[in-house]
């Protein structure tokens, strides 16, 4: 079994920056990665990806460089292709790489498992040709593909990002549908001093914009009725906006409103967690150094609610202060004087995002889709059904999954949990805080009998 004072699950910006903080403050450090590469889903292979595609995904992401050269000191193990399927608050963390199953133990243990893309359940959202928009950007960067003939839709800032980067590799959109209103703007405008704040994502946002405008991408504002026409493929993408029905005709339909915190190994622990109205998820009680209510458990990134990359970053770099500190690299003294700085930056980083997650919330249909639409793709589970476990008793997500195995897919509830919580929450009339989140047990990701034999006959298989 392998030994180390942190493992760190998962090199985004959370993971990297911690594990070369901690490293620089003497700790022995292991990061363990699902990734061929470091860079999680933000900066995914930007050693790579910056040079030979940089100019395209923009100056942003080659920042990440910095971070992935800083893990290659020499008191930082990274073990890639990993996938974890158990963390213990015993300080042990079981994952599996090519097929064997090995087991490492760490006085403390970093979950920075940054964020999952939401779903968005729409009618024939389940169709080929239909996927995420974070998806089509991982593509990009990895593969250096593009879909054609493609229509963005739904919410957010980075639906901006991924079609500028479209328009700077040849393959612009058809058009952005967009489903926040202008009463989500005036909304927002309470939070201007923030935003103002940070300016720097204001200005980034507006010279995409401009971007867009001058390659003259149609955008489509207060979208309602979305839904994706084709019975063997996408074939269009039909809606209402500006109080007429419209339909675009694709290939491709790239969906996004919003990314949530991965909870699923910080569930599997215990790890209390909240219902964040602003941002509709849930996020898991810890503290500003990451701490929570497992001692050796500390939660960094997106992981711990959602701020973006540079926010993940900083975050990382004080949970492993803390650690420091707790294991007695550091005093307290040392930690707080690394620490004010950075908890600075922290809050001027975070300025913008109240405005940002007012002015382009998730889209409500969405969120609490038609009783046809499937929202559980695993078990092929509708809405409607949901409802009906509602009306004959049902309580909460838990339930639901007696009722008619809604969660108990491949995915274990990473794609349905939250529609079914809020759906639950609706008909029962209950808080989602009240309503919770289904009960997450390991194994985190699926695993086979030979894995688990296979740990007997290596019991280093990270060296």
Known sequence: MQTADLIVVGAGPAGMAAAATAAAAGLGVLIIDEQPRAGGQIYRDVARAAGRRGAILGADFSEGLPLVEAIEKKRITHVTGATVWKVEDTGEVAYSVDGRGAVARGERILLATGALERPMPIPGWTLPGVMTAGAAQILLKQSGVLPRRAVLAGS?????????????????????????????????????????????????????????????????????DLAVEGETEAKALRFTAGGQAHRIACDTVLLHHGVVPNTQAARSLGIAHHWDARQACFSPDCDAWGATSCERILIAGDGAGIGGAKVAEIAGRLTALHAACDLGRLTAAQRDAQAAPLFKRHAAELAARPFLDTAYPPYRAALSPADATLVCRCEEVTAGDIRRYARLGCQGPNQAKAFGRAGMGACQGRYCGLTVSQILAEENGASLDATGYYRIRPPLKPITLGELAAMEETPDAAE
């Open 156 to 224: 957010g800032p980075l639906l901006y990002l991924i079609a500028a980067q479209m328009v700077r590799a040849g393959t612009p959109p058809l058009a952005l549908v967009e489903t926040q209103t202008r009463a989500d703007f005036m909304a927002s405008l309470r939070h201007l001093p923030g935003a103002l704040r940070g300016w720097r994502y204001m200005l980034k946002g507006l010279k995409m914009l401009t971007e867009l405008r001058r390659a003259g991408v149609p955008r489509h504002k207060g979208a309602t």
